[in-house]
């Protein structure tokens, strides 16, 4: 056996397995009751499609590729922290929404 | 030479993988988004590093092996931030948190008074005393 054959085999394998836990990891992002598990199973799909980029390093044999992976993990550091602040925001601005009308009506019972 | 290369790859690729798969295992595992948070951080930290490792044993030229490792000083720098922000997400939308963290904060209650029991009787007064000598101070 080859060794090229032996790197191809052992990295379509690792891909496969890749491939299997990134869709497992969509089933949680849209199973997941709340909105923190589904930001979760994000993070987890960017982790996964880091490594995967990664690997096509060895597997085709380009060096650009790994720019490639630090790139991808720049954006999806980026999009785990823009997607937690958001939604901290709306959930904060919907409780001091809540909390205007509630005073409001209070106020309005009062007089 | 080669074939050592490929073997060492295989292994730490190999390991990565199966912390990748406890990793996801976890997510479906546990119930709440918290423990959850618990078991991807393998995949954040143990599974990435360990698959890196073994890409970068064997990448083609050296300049690519080391944007890899480089990939691997990212991640854990960054991957604690986005952790922290997502806990800091639970932490604030959850409205029935108490319902399932209670017991730790019965605990973290009992351990505060140990201490501060603890505290007192190392300086040697008794808590019940301090309100009564401000009172009599008073009259």
Redesign the interface.
């Known amino acids: 056996m080859s ?1 090229d054959l ?2 191809k085999m ?1 990295l379509g394998f ?1 891909l496969g ?2 491939t299997l ?1 990134a869709l ?2 969509l089933i ?1 992002c849209i199973l ?1 009751p ?4 589904r ?3 994000i ?2 799909i960017g ?2 499609t ?2 995967m980029v ?2 096509t ?2 597997l085709l ?7 490639i ?2 790139v991808y ?2 954006l999806s ?1 980026l999009a ?2 823009l997607l ?2 958001v ?2 925001g709306i ?2 601005e919907r409780k001091h929404e809540e909390e205007l009308h509630r005073n409001a009506a209070g106020e309005e019972a009062d007089a | 030479m ?2 050592i290369r ?1 073997g060492l ?2 292994l730490l ?2 390991s ?2 199966v912390f ?2 406890i ?2 295992y976890g ?2 595992k546990f119930k709440y ?1 918290a423990n ?2 618990h078991a ?1 951080a393998i ?2 930290t143990l ?2 590093s360990l ?2 490792l073994g ?1 970068a044993v ?4 050296l ?2 092996g080391l ?2 490792l ?2 691997i000083v ?2 854990w720098l ?2 604690p ?2 952790s922290h ?2 806990c ?3 932490i ?3 409205e029935q948190r108490d319902e399932y963290m209670h017991v730790h904060m019965a605990t973290l209650k009992r351990e505060r008074e140990e201490a501060e029991a603890a505290v007192y009787a190392a300086a040697g007064i008794d808590p019940d005393e301090i309100g009564n000598e401000a009172k009599e101070e008073q009259a």
Do not use: H
Not at chain 1, 34 to 37: K, P
Not at chain 1, 61 to 67: H, P
Not at chain 2, 58 to 61: E, G, L, N
């Open positions: 060794i032996a790197y052992l690792a397995v890749l836990l497992a990891c949680r997941g709340r909105i923190s598990d930001v979760l199973a993070n987890q982790t996964i880091v490594i990664a690997l390093v060895l044999g380009e060096g650009y590729l790994a720019d992976a630090l993990a720049m550091f785990v922290i937690s602040k939604y901290t959930y904060q | 080669e074939w490929f790859t295989a690729v190999l990565g993988l990748c798969c990793g996801v997510l479906f988004a959850r948070m991807a995949v954040d599974g990435i698959c890196m890409f064997s990448a083609p030229d300049f690519s944007k890899i480089l990939v990212f991640w960054s991957s931030v986005a922000l997502l800091r997400l639970e604030t939308t959850d």
